[in-house]
């Protein structure tokens, strides 16, 4: 059973990576910033248009990068949408703790979307790759930079 689960995260991953959801630069985006992980050379740009209410109507990003990064990225501007910022924090905390924490479970997450943090569990196992951590959560960096107004972010 285990085998055949870790074989759907590897399609649900490989095909993010190979069909990247919401990868374009939209003309309205009011939040922007650049994600460079300097080990791999992995690059995203985050785009998020937030409404006046701070409710994000929409995410996208360019870049380029390993298949865990794009897919990463992909699956977060899809989880993204109709999230206010705080909401978007704490899945970002939520996040990175799922693919750092070994003991992490998902009623531990602070987050209210459980859904969004389970269907993210696809990425939990690049814990056991620490390095592979930083491709997984640059597109989350990137995004968490953004809404507070930065323009860079790297995972060093």
């Not at 985006?29 to 248009?49: F, I, M």
């Amino acid at each position: 059973m285990e085998q055949d689960l870790r074989e759907l995260y590897q399609e649900v991953i490989l095909d993010h990576g190979k069909h990247p959801r919401n990868h374009r630069h939209p003309p309205d985006a009011n939040h922007e910033a650049r994600g460079y992980n300097p080990l791999c050379g992995d690059q995203v740009t985050v785009y998020l248009s937030t409404d006046e209410a701070g409710k994000i109507t929409d995410a996208a990003f360019e870049g380029h990068g390993c298949a865990i990064s794009i897919a990463s990225a992909s699956m977060m501007t899809e989880i993204l949408l109709g999230k206010t910022q705080a909401e978007a924090r704490q899945l970002f905390d939520d996040f990175h703790r799922l693919c750092t924490e070994a003991d992490f479970s998902l009623e531990a997450a602070a987050t209210a979307d459980k859904d969004a943090l389970d269907r993210l569990q696809v990425l939990a196992g690049v814990r056991e790759f620490p390095v592979r951590v930083k491709c997984a959560t640059l597109a989350w960096h990137a995004m968490a930079s953004a809404l507070n107004g930065g323009e860079d972010a790297t995972t060093e």
